[in-house]
């Protein structure tokens, strides 16, 4: 089984703050994302990268960075931490099938974040 | 653009009966459907999917229908158990970008004792 892990299962941060979480995958996966779930809102796509050191912005990349610096690890990085920022963030990776995605996405457990 | 809709966005049934969630894409396109569930304080897992080239498939209580001429796909629970309870997610994935794995906004399923 695929196994996706988030290093951190709850955080607390002060506004202002550089945040890091953490994600890691064992499956060899070129694909990995990072997505945020709000309440109402579903899930929305932050950053993704399809390679070692690409990246790509997804659909609400304000305020965020990525880094992927080894194929098993994606970084989102928060430069500076806001109340706004409060929210469930999840990790994910997928094996992309050639020309389309056909296969599912495996998700982390999240991370809740909450930045006062 | 490209849209996936979920309906409906809350959903309780009494134990045993069955559950309904539907979903309406847009991008012809795609041709691989699956269903996410999520349970709480978990990340979303898929529990079944369906390709295009398919209109149903089954696995035990749970079942997905396909219908892509109108471009709608459903997922079917039979025989509601508590730990069905749950939110769950349909998605759409289109081509060559990851922008377009698109998702429902989620059907929260309360299973009723």
């Known amino acids: 089984d695929v196994k996706v892990t988030q290093s951190s299962r709850y955080l607390v941060k002060r506004t202002g703050e550089k945040v890091f979480l953490e994600c890691v995958q064992d499956?060899?996966?070129?694909?990995m994302f990072w997505y945020r779930q709000d309440p109402g809102l579903g899930l929305r796509l932050i950053y993704f990268?399809?390679?070692?050191?690409?990246?790509e912005k997804g659909d609400i990349p304000e305020g965020y960075s990525v880094s992927r610096e080894k194929k098993e690890r994606f970084s989102l990085i928060l430069e500076s931490a806001s109340t706004n920022q409060t929210s469930m963030y999840l990790c994910?990776?997928?094996?992309?099938?050639?020309?389309?995605?056909?296969?599912?996405?495996?998700f982390g457990n999240g991370t809740r974040l909450t930045v006062t | 653009g490209e849209n996936v809709e979920q309906h409906p966005s809350t959903l309780s049934v009494q134990e045993g009966d069955s559950a309904v969630i539907k979903c309406t894409y847009s991008d012809s396109a795609s041709n691989y459907f699956p269903w996410y569930k999520q349970e709480l304080g978990k990340g979303p897992q898929l529990i079944i999917d369906?390709?295009?080239?398919?209109g149903e498939k089954k696995d035990q209580r749970i079942a997905v229908t396909l219908n892509k001429t109108a471009k709608h796909f459903s997922l079917h629970i039979t025989e509601t158990q508590p730990e069905d309870s749950a939110v769950y997610f349909c998605?759409?994935?289109?081509?060559?970008?990851?922008?377009?794995?698109?998702f429902g906004s989620g059907t929260r399923l309360s299973i009723r004792p």
């Open positions: 499956m060899d996966h070129e694909n």
């Open positions: 990268s399809y390679d070692v050191k690409m990246k």
């Open positions: 369906i390709r295009s080239n398919v």
């Open positions: 998605a759409a994935p289109g081509y060559s970008s990851a922008s377009k794995i698109i």
């Open positions: 994910a990776s997928i094996q992309f099938g050639g020309s389309a995605y056909n296969s599912p996405l495996h």
